[in-house]
Each structure stands twice: as C-alpha cells, then as structure tokens.
C-alpha cells in the first residue's frame, strides 16, 4: 500500500476534521499530484482536493472555501483539513497518487490517478 488515509470519524454539521494522508516512499510524496476523493452511498467517486508537486492546488466547487489542502513533504504527509462540514459531505474519503512532471498540470479527475490507498469513512450527522 502506496498511501493511507487516516482521520475520519463522526461530526456535527458545522465540525471540523482533518483527515491525513501516510504517503510511504518519499520520491512519491516529492514527485507526484495528491488528491483527496469520496464516495458517498450510490454515488460515483469524486475529486474534492488535489495538490501539485509544485504546491498548486484545486478543489471542487463544493467544498471552496470550507477544505484546505496541504503537504509536508518531510513527514511524508498530505492533509485535508474540513471545516464547516454539511451531511452532504458523509462519504468514504481517500487519497490517491499521480507522478507528474513539475510543469504538467494538476490532474483533476478521478481517472487520472494511478495509485489508491483504502478510505477512511466520514460520517457528518446531529
């Protein structure tokens, strides 16, 4: 296993999570794209965050402004911190790897990613 994802659990409307991913060989964590994805119940997989190498980021609409995306490349580390979370972002979240070139753009779909680590589940809920 190439990354796992780690920090789910269950929140309020309105909490806070941070979820981290463990990114185990060091050359992934410096030469590669970082996304962050869910999936809720019958839906399909979606991208909420990515990070570049080069630190560019992207997020989904949906979570613009209330998800922040980060990396230490030291401690082989990449974080989504989740603020103001809505039930609508209940999903299994997991975090997934592309090597790109440090002038390629950031990958942005799901299908673009090559390896996956196993999810960790996010439950938003009074």
């Known amino acids: 296993v190439q990354l796992q994802a780690s920090g789910g659990g269950l929140v309020q409307p309105g909490g806070s999570l941070r979820l981290s991913c463990e990114v185990v060989?060091?050359?992934?964590?410096?030469?590669?794209?970082i996304g962050w994805f869910r999936q809720a119940p019958g839906k399909g997989r979606e991208v909420v965050a990515a990070?570049?190498?080069?630190?560019?980021?992207y997020y989904a609409d949906s979570v613009k402004g209330r998800f922040t995306i980060s990396r230490d490349n030291a401690k082989k580390m990449v974080y989504l911190q989740m603020n103001s979370l809505k039930p609508e972002d209940a999903a299994v979240y997991s975090c997934?790897?592309?090597?790109?070139?440090?002038?390629?753009?950031?990958?942005?779909?799901?299908?673009?990613?090559?390896?996956w680590g196993q999810g960790t589940l996010v439950t938003v809920s009074s």
């Open positions: 997934a790897a592309k090597d790109v070139i440090v002038t390629a753009p950031l990958p942005t779909r799901v299908d673009e990613y090559v390896y």
């Open positions: 060989s060091q050359s992934m964590v410096d030469h590669y794209a």
């Open positions: 990070i570049h190498r080069g630190g560019g980021t």
